[in-house]
């Protein structure tokens, strides 16, 4: 069974491993929510879903989280109708309120050794935002036990889309977000950087300023700043100056420009496209669309696309920065109306030696 043990994981070796490096399994919750997703749009939402399930499969594991064996059955019929073939695929019957795997689920940290242990931070549904989301900090918890792993709890709030680091030291995160009064209002700067050393083994923290517009997580930096390597980052870019997320972006992508790594050397900064403003006009409300909330599996790399003229260019840029992986673009308009994106709902387990 899964402990907490009194000794922090930097003290035993262990910390956040990149997002490319190899993993055990991706995880997701299927999606059902209804206040998230009407109908209509949460079936175009299951329909991403067979496909990232389908491009995951066949180089890594697929763990779904189903509310019952009545869902579980409901979700195989709609995977086998998609051709998805469902050996990698396995399902754990975890009671779950939404998709956001990436926020609610324990961030996995490894050690040297090979050893992989999981830290379950605080859910508190993006700073007390829906009411409804906030039972899936007990999701986390299940996912955690369901591990079998050593389990480290920080005991403050943290959402795995509001950091992102390249595996050796240097994480990004966001003061929009983690400086947020909604999150843990009691703690300084100094004292989440030390929470994020401590449990996360980051020794050089970047801190950018905030995020896209539409977004309601408060500025995730994964809608906007990515590692692609150790050095390398790729950074939403508008080159339309007349839109709302031009400045912001640009100010952001100059941080980064001036930032070093773990080890004092400049981080190389790409620019990746944006696609058009996406907005839901009977609702008057901007959607965070980006191509930045990409995810990087052991074969692949997950693109969210939107029937937009940038979508070849993200491809190209992402295919340059992973040569070995297949970039496979996927339509994320209706996942996007949730107000997320594929790395949003994913959650990757790192591998063991």
């Not at 997320?340 to 994913?346: D, L, R, Y």
């Amino acid at each position: 069974m899964p402990h907490t043990t009194l000794q922090l994981p930097s003290e035993l070796g262990f910390s956040l491993p990149a997002e490319f490096e190899e993993h055990e399994a991706t995880w997701l919750s299927w999606p059902k929510n209804e206040g998230t997703f009407p109908q209509g749009v949460l079936q175009g939402v299951e329909k991403t879903y067979c496909q990232i399930v389908g491009a995951l499969q066949g180089g890594e594991k697929v763990k779904i989280l189903v509310d019952n064996a009545e869902s579980e059955e409901k979700v195989v019929f709609k995977l086998e109708q998609a051709g998805v073939p469902l050996k990698n695929v396995f399902f754990l019957k975890i009671k779950s309120s939404d998709v956001w795997m990436r926020d609610y689920s324990p961030i996995y940290v490894k050690n040297k050794q090979g050893k992989v242990a999981a830290t379950k931070w605080k859910y508190n549904a993006v700073g007390n935002k829906y009411e409804d989301l906030l039972a899936d900090d007990v999701t986390g918890e299940e996912i955690a036990k369901n591990s079998l792993l050593q389990v480290f709890r920080p005991g403050i709030v943290l959402e795995g889309g509001s950091i992102d680091c390249n595996g050796a030291g240097t994480l990004l995160t966001t003061e929009q977000c983690l400086l947020n009064k909604n999150r843990n209002p009691h703690l300084s700067k100094k004292e989440i950087e030390k929470r994020l050393k401590d449990f996360l083994g980051a020794s050089n923290i970047v801190w950018l300023q905030e995020g896209v517009a539409g977004d309601d997580t408060d500025g995730h930096v994964d809608d906007f700043a990515r590692f692609v390597g150790k050095k390398k980052v790729v950074c939403a870019f508008e080159e339309d100056r007349g839109d709302e997320n031009y400045a912001v972006l640009k100010k952001n992508f100059e941080v980064l420009e001036k930032a070093t790594d773990e080890e004092g050397e400049k981080l190389f900064v790409q620019k990746l496209p944006m696609p058009r403003k996406v907005f839901v006009a009977e609702e008057k409300r901007r959607l965070p669309a980006s191509y930045a909330n990409f995810y990087v599996a052991n074969n692949c790399v997950l693109l969210p696309a939107f029937g937009d003229e940038a979508d070849g260019k993200a491809v190209a840029v992402l295919q340059a920065c992973f040569p070995k992986k297949r970039v496979v673009p996927i339509p994320c308009n209706d996942l996007v109306y949730g107000y997320g994106g594929i790395h949003c709902v994913t959650m990757q387990e790192p591998a063991t030696y």
